[in-house]
């Protein structure tokens, strides 16, 4: 029940988070973070009973339809979508209430179907949304095409970045065939969504395992409320998602050192991720020589555009990041200082919270070497606290933290396997 709750809760404030900040939003996005840092430290199985996936489903329907959602869409298609995840939600509940053979299955395909038709509407119906993530990324695949240099491009129409590119390049390169093959960018990070569901899945086992849990987190994530306007927004949370997930699927099957390619892609691609190094560093599954690789191996990925320009690329990935003005309506613990009492906190408090998450983290992974679900939790965990103390962190970075827990759910407390240092999994079974 509190699992189920904390859920909707976070999404419910996550979905009304774009665009304000509320106090009561900050409050409950901390109030869940705490519960995560509970739930890890208790250590308790948390099963999925027969009502959750029903009850969750139809309660994030609920709050896509009765909280503010933010979007771009005209008023039609708005419509449109928001009626293909009430469908698609209720639909998804329905099946996995029934508990037949074929429901798992039949409920991960309309999860995924449901996904497909929305991310449609959103594309079509609002061809330029305005928003600077939208236009970096537009324009960085048309520079990349013509093999320009993106830390040097001036972008044009941007609401708000313009002459920036802020993430690392690899996200440019990940979305990039969106556009180079259909006009959009979206239609990449749709295609990385369902890498994503896919990844889900196959935690889970696939048809061979725990179909009902692999459904039931893949509907999750699909019906989270607030999906409308991360497809419509171009947020690109999905591609880090799919890429974490499938390290996780890659370690836990026993291909440990496959697992640096995806991870590699992960981290060459957007900044924070490098918070949750130290905690893969200490774990033996994987353990500090492929940690030490995946960095290596990202460092040469995104070589070309360092060595292309070193002051454009630190300037935009790093310096820029480190001094842009605080955007009031994100809802953290920095802002919350800044909005109500005019107090800009520096970076040595905001910092030595990350970094005592991140210590926490690396003493218990060291000290207990869990299953790789718990893992994820603390992974999530590291990325909450980051998120809650930042300058700035909005819906696409909470919902990234929601995914890694959903992720740690696909394993099945019963048959997680315990994963030897050398990345093979062992015979005997541990509770997750």
């Known amino acids: 029940m509190v699992l189920a709750a904390s859920w909707l809760a976070w999404f419910g404030v996550a979905q009304w988070s774009v665009v304000r900040f509320r106090v009561p939003i900050l409050i ?8 995560l840092a509970v739930w890890l430290a208790r250590r308790t199985p948390v099963p999925l009973p027969r009502w959750f996936a029903p009850v969750v489903l139809a309660g994030s329907v609920a709050v896509t339809l009765l909280v503010p959602l933010f979007s771009y869409l005209p008023p039609a298609s708005a419509a449109a979508a928001l009626g293909v995840l009430a469908v698609g939600g209720l639909g998804c509940a329905a099946a996995l209430a029934l508990r037949r053979p074929w429901a798992g299955a039949a409920a991960a395909g309309l999860a ?38 993106i830390y040097t491009a001036r972008w044009t129409d941007s609401p708000g970045v313009q002459d920036h590119f802020t993430y690392l390049p690899w996200m440019a390169m990940l979305t990039a065939p969106g556009r180079w093959l ?31 849990r ?10 989270a409320p607030g999906t409308l306007t991360q497809v419509d927004q171009a947020w690109t949370e999905p591609v880090l998602a799919a890429l974490l997930v499938w390290w996780a699927v890659l370690v836990r099957r026993g291909h440990a050192w496959w697992a640096v390619v995806p991870l590699a892609l992960a ?5 924070h991720l490098a918070l949750l190094a130290p905690v893969l560093l200490v774990w033996q599954p994987f353990g500090w020589r492929r940690t030490l690789v995946t960095g290596g191996l990202a460092g040469v990925l995104v070589s070309p555009w360092l060595v292309a320009d070193p002051a454009a690329f630190v300037d935009d990935t790093v310096t820029t990041l480190l001094t842009f003005h605080p955007i009031r309506f994100a809802n953290t613990w920095y802002l919350y200082f800044f909005n109500e009492h ?39 965990l590291v990325l909450a606290v980051a998120n809650l103390v930042n300058k700035q962190a909005f819906y696409n970075q909470f919902w990234l933290v929601a995914v890694l827990v959903a992720a740690s759910l696909a394993v099945a407390p019963a048959v997680t396997s315990r994963v030897t240092a050398r990345g093979r999994p062992a015979a005997a079974a541990t509770g997750g």
Do not use: Y
């Open 342 to 380: 005019g107090i800009e906190l520096p970076f040595a408090v905001t910092g030595l919270a990350m970094l005592t998450a991140v210590g926490v983290a690396v003493w218990a992974v060291h000290r207990r070497q869990p299953p790789v679900d718990e893992v994820l939790r603390w992974l999530a």
């Open 267 to 271: 981290c060459a691609s957007k900044q």
């Open 182 to 212: 259909a006009g959009d960018v979206r239609w990449a990070i749709l295609v990385w969504t369902l890498v994503l569901l896919a990844g889900l899945w196959a935690l889970a086992g696939g048809r061979r395992g725990d179909a009902a």
């Open 112 to 149: 995924a179907a449901t996904h497909v038709v929305v991310a449609t509407i959103a594309v079509l119906g609002d061809r330029a949304p305005k928003i600077d993530v939208w236009v970096i990324l537009q324009q960085g695949a048309d520079v990349t095409a013509r093999l320009g240099n």
């Open 28 to 35: 409950v996005l901390t109030a869940v973070t705490v519960l």
């Open 214 to 223: 692999g459904a039931t987190v893949v509907a999750l994530v699909v019906l």
